[in-house]
């Protein structure tokens, strides 16, 4: 057992004083310390998204305009997303403008719910009535998708239950915080300031 140990200190001893052997042990190190580095500090900016989300023409990209330029602008059914860095006193974040029609409206989630964090659902006032069908199959597939499940019906697991069994649905029955802003970005011009602040005031917080 002790010439064992003798042995051991005899070949180790001469690799220890070789600086070849202490400069690669360096680099390893190095590069280990960069790698875990990367993935942590990866990981704290991957969530920094706000989606803009509902139906088509429910002011999705109006109220992108006012909160990423402040103003009014004439706007189109959205093809694809629109997105712009939006600055708040405690962090820098994205606003995404998703389209709504039913055909993109699922694509485009799956490729940007895992870097959500927060969404913002747009609910047309004035034609929430005629749509609320609509309006409700689409938040039901949004919040069953809080378990990053994709919101394509035949992937996901239909017998999912919302809320609480026996009780009528209620946000607060959620994981996840549900909170309601009313606001109007649709003043037509410049000059009268859009009613946002609440919404605002909501990002500002996240």
């Known amino acids: 057992m002790e010439s064992e140990v003798i042995k051991e ?33 990866r990981r704290r900016q991957v969530r920094k998204s706000v989606l803009l989300m509902g139906l088509s023409d429910s002011g999705k990209t109006l109220l992108f305009v006012r909160l990423a330029y402040s103003q009014y602008r004439q706007t189109f059914t959205s093809m694809k997303e629109n997105i712009e860095e939006y600055i708040t006193s405690n962090d820098a974040l994205k606003i995404v ?3 709504g029609q039913e055909r993109l409206r699922n694509k485009f989630f799956d490729q940007y719910k895992n870097s959500a964090k927060s969404i913002v659902y747009v609910v047309d006032s ?20 809080s378990q990053l499940q994709s919101v394509d019906p035949s992937q996901g697991n239909n017998s999912t239950y919302l809320g609480k069994i026996g009780k009528d649905f209620e946000f607060s029955h959620l994981s996840n915080r549900v909170e ?8 037509g011009d410049d000059d009268t300031p859009a009613d946002i602040k609440s919404l605002q005031d909501w990002i500002s917080k996240l």
């Open 126 to 145: 004035v034609t929430i009535q005629k749509e609320i069908r609509d309006v409700a199959e689409n938040l039901v597939r949004v919040t069953k998708s």
């Open 9 to 41: 200190k005899i070949h180790t001893e001469p690799m220890l004083n070789d600086p070849r052997y202490i400069t690669l042990l360096s680099v390893i190190v190095l590069l280990f310390t960069l790698v875990f580095w990367w993935f942590f500090s």
């Open 180 to 187: 309601i802003a009313e606001s109007s970005a649709n003043t």
């Open 97 to 99: 403008d998703l389209p």
